[in-house]
């Protein structure tokens, strides 16, 4: 068992040392200041994807006026690049925090978890720079009035749930966990804008240049899901196993409170209607595989509670 442990810990040590060396060449911070805003507006193209819209076939917006889709399409950028600041700064951020201050599952692979986390924090923080830019661009460009919505369930769900943690083993667990599920989600969440050819330019591009750090940071987190899975015990592992997929339907929560509010302002014909016949569809189920297969490479059943 312990030549096991010695194994497995030394494998942890390895793949995070070269994903830290993969970070050096490939994450957007080591690849000189770029100034996304200089890329030329076409105002001739959406700014967002129509097929992400959680109200995309619903008829009273297959029926709305072609201009006003359009400056719909604007603040569905919005909306998203507020959700990703939020996931950036309450949801990751302190994960990150959290391992660089007090590596969990320590030994061995202690300074490369710390040195990843470190590095993956950096790059938070430059997407949530680059988030704000690329959304006042289109504020700017549309001649739009800015959104200002704090209340995404995917944050106030966070909140709540680590509210009602008895211990401070249930919250480290419980904020890495939503992290690391986030984590795993979000290169999903941004791969139909960053292939999108028929969108602006500089939202393709923004988002482009996120995915390819998000891509690194799944295999981190899923790394160091490894590293401190391995550390726990069965009741923690279990408590894991239950937040993850809980976090996968909070993700891809439809946020119709964000959507109330714009469709409210722009006074969109029939915004009620829309809005609460949204809340009943479905949530998003692409994002399920990626977490099982996480949640199966670490051993875990993949169950909701
Ligand atoms: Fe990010
Ligand atoms: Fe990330």
């Keep these: 068992m312990l030549t096991d442990d010695i194994v497995e810990s030394s494998h942890v040590k390895e793949t995070l ?66 959700k990703t600041v939020y996931i950036e700064c309450d949801i990751v951020t302190p994960a990150c925090e959290a391992l660089i ?31 704000i ?49 986030s984590e795993t989600l979000i290169t999903d969440y941004l791969k139909t804008l960053s292939d999108d050819a028929a969108i602006q330019p500089l939202c393709r591009e923004v988002t482009r240049a996120h995915a390819i750090d998000e891509w690194g940071h799944s295999s981190v987190f899923s790394v160091a899901a490894e590293h401190i899975v391995g550390s726990l015990s069965e009741s923690e ?12 339907e909070m993700f891809a929560d439809n946020e119709m409170g964000a959507w109330s509010t714009v469709l409210t302002y722009l006074d969109f014909p029939h915004c009620k209607e829309i809005v609460e016949d949204s809340e009943k569809i479905g949530h998003v189920k692409v994002y399920q595989d990626s977490v099982a297969t996480l949640l199966s490479k670490l051993g875990l059943p993949a169950r909701v509670n």
């Design 17 to 82: 040392k070269k994903l830290s060396l993969l970070w050096r060449d490939r994450a957007v911070v080591n690849n000189g200041p770029k100034d996304y805003t200089s890329i030329a507006f076409d105002s001739a193209k959406p700014d967002f994807a129509e097929s992400l819209l959680p109200f995309r076939s619903h008829p009273r917006w297959l029926s709305a006026a072609p201009e006003l889709k359009s400056t719909v399409l604007s603040y569905a950028w919005a909306i998203y690049n507020l």
């Design 101 to 131: 201050k007090s590596p969990v599952g320590g030994g061995h692979a202690r300074y490369e978890l710390q040195q990843v986390m470190s590095e993956a924090l950096l790059d938070e923080a430059l997407h949530t720079k680059m988030s």
């Design 133 to 181: 830019s690329a959304c006042n661009y289109i504020y700017q460009h549309r001649k739009l009035k800015p959104v200002d919505y704090t209340d995404f369930n995917l944050v106030t769900w966070r909140a709540r749930l680590l509210a009602q943690c008895d211990s401070e083993w249930k919250r480290r667990l419980t904020t890495f966990a939503i992290a690391c599920a």
């Design 237 to 248: 592992r279990a408590y894991f196993a239950n937040v993850v997929p809980k976090t996968v």
